[in-house]
């Protein structure tokens, strides 16, 4: 039995193709749409595919019923004449598309070396136990980078079944939760001075509000003595947000209005359990600022400094921020606004990009109640998804 594949626009052209090669007693075994490779498939519908099969006799009588009949024989010949043309046109066609495609390729590897891993792991990733495949999908909804996502699975793979949806699933949370490390809270000094705890970050991410939380929080729920300082002048409606959140908890706050005078500010309140430090949102491209704020923190000695960064941000500003503020030699990560979305692979990135602790998340607006420690075990089981 002979069993060929066909492919056409459509199932009359495909099965046309069957019956003018294998004739009328070609049986049909399989139809599918195939969607094409490469640049092809963003600009035409998917193939038709048929599998045909015949017997070797059935074969054998359609070339003798051929050879017999002349008129009939010289029509077919000339229609497959035409055929095999349109098919070599076709042929040729596709291998300039191919040789464009590997053009392409050679520029997009030159353009962003990870491309062509991309690729590769593409490949692989079709190869994925069905198990870990859902995996990796969900740790993608999760917006995990995929070279992060890739590791997480790789080493998943070397330690769990892939027939076990239970077993993939432990050795999963194992790894995630190993990755974002145990979370740090804020160490307080026993030595009798005062805790020097600095807030940076960004603009817009919630410092502020963050700061009066913690602040709340250590009054409350800690009993400690706060001093609160603000650093942020450039912003008017900064200072007097601080100041509500100070008043109301009867706290009492001071404005540095310059960096030399932050120093003066700390020692005001060398009485106090925790002095905590407001710091103006600036970005690394506002060079005046960004010195400033390098200024501050060696000024400062601070004994904690929190970056403060959105879960809302894009994994690329991620990336820059991290890079932008690595010159403070060690700080913790506190993220807000996590109440403000559904997936949290932005934490897990960058933790993996900055390779410092996490320590706080914000879940809202109420002070002081929408701070809490990052619970490592909850974050990771968010991570896994569902894999019902």
Not at 49 to 63: F, G, Q, R, T, Y
Not at 94 to 110: F, G, T
Not at 190 to 211: S, Y
């Amino acid at each position: 039995m002979k069993i060929k594949r066909y492919m056409g626009k459509n199932t009359q052209e495909a099965l046309l193709k069957v019956k003018m090669d294998l004739g009328n007693n070609a049986i049909i075994l399989n139809t599918k749409k195939v969607r094409q490779k490469g640049i092809k498939k963003y600009f035409t519908s998917p193939m038709i595919e048929v599998m045909a099969a015949i017997d070797d006799d059935s074969s054998k009588i359609k070339e003798r019923e051929l050879t017999k009949i002349t008129p009939v024989a010289d029509t077919t010949n000339l229609s497959q004449t035409n055929l095999s043309q349109k098919e070599g046109n076709f042929a040729e066609l596709e291998n300039k598309v191919s040789n464009i495609e590997k053009v392409l390729d050679k520029i997009m590897e030159a353009v962003n070396p990870d491309t062509k891993n991309s690729k590769n792991y593409k490949n692989e990733e079709e190869k994925l136990p069905q198990i870990f495949q859902l995996l990796y999908n969900n740790l993608i909804k999760n917006e995990v980078e995929q070279e992060i996502a890739r590791e997480i699975i790789a080493e998943v793979e070397k330690r769990s079944n892939p027939r076990d949806i239970n077993d993939a699933t432990l050795v999963m949370h194992s790894v995630i939760s190993s990755l974002l490390g145990k979370s740090e809270p804020i160490n307080f000094r026993t030595d009798g001075k005062p805790t020097v705890i600095l807030f940076v970050g960004p603009t817009g991410v919630g410092k502020t509000t963050t700061l009066a939380k913690l602040a709340a929080s250590f009054m409350l729920e800690e009993n400690k003595d706060i001093g609160l300082i603000t650093a942020d002048t450039y912003r008017i409606s900064a200072v007097e947000q601080l100041k509500t959140y100070a008043e109301i908890l009867g706290i009492p706050i001071t404005v540095a209005y310059s960096v030399t005078e932050i120093q003066n500010e700390i020692d005001k309140y060398s009485d106090k359990d925790v002095i905590l430090i407001d710091t103006a949102g600036c970005s690394y491209k506002d060079k005046q600022k960004f010195d400033e704020l390098k200024t501050l923190i060696e000024k400062c000695d601070a004994d904690d400094i929190f970056l403060v960064l959105s879960t809302t941000a894009s994994s690329r500003n991620l990336k820059d921020i991290i890079r932008n503020y690595s010159f403070i030699p060690n700080y913790k990560l506190i993220f807000t606004k996590v109440d403000e979305t559904s997936a949290y692979g932005s934490i897990l990135n960058t933790k993996c990009f900055s390779n410092k602790n996490l320590s706080y998340i914000t879940n809202g607006q109420n002070v002081p109640d929408d701070i809490e420690i990052v619970n490592v075990d909850k974050l990771s089981k968010n991570l896994l998804g569902n894999n019902n």
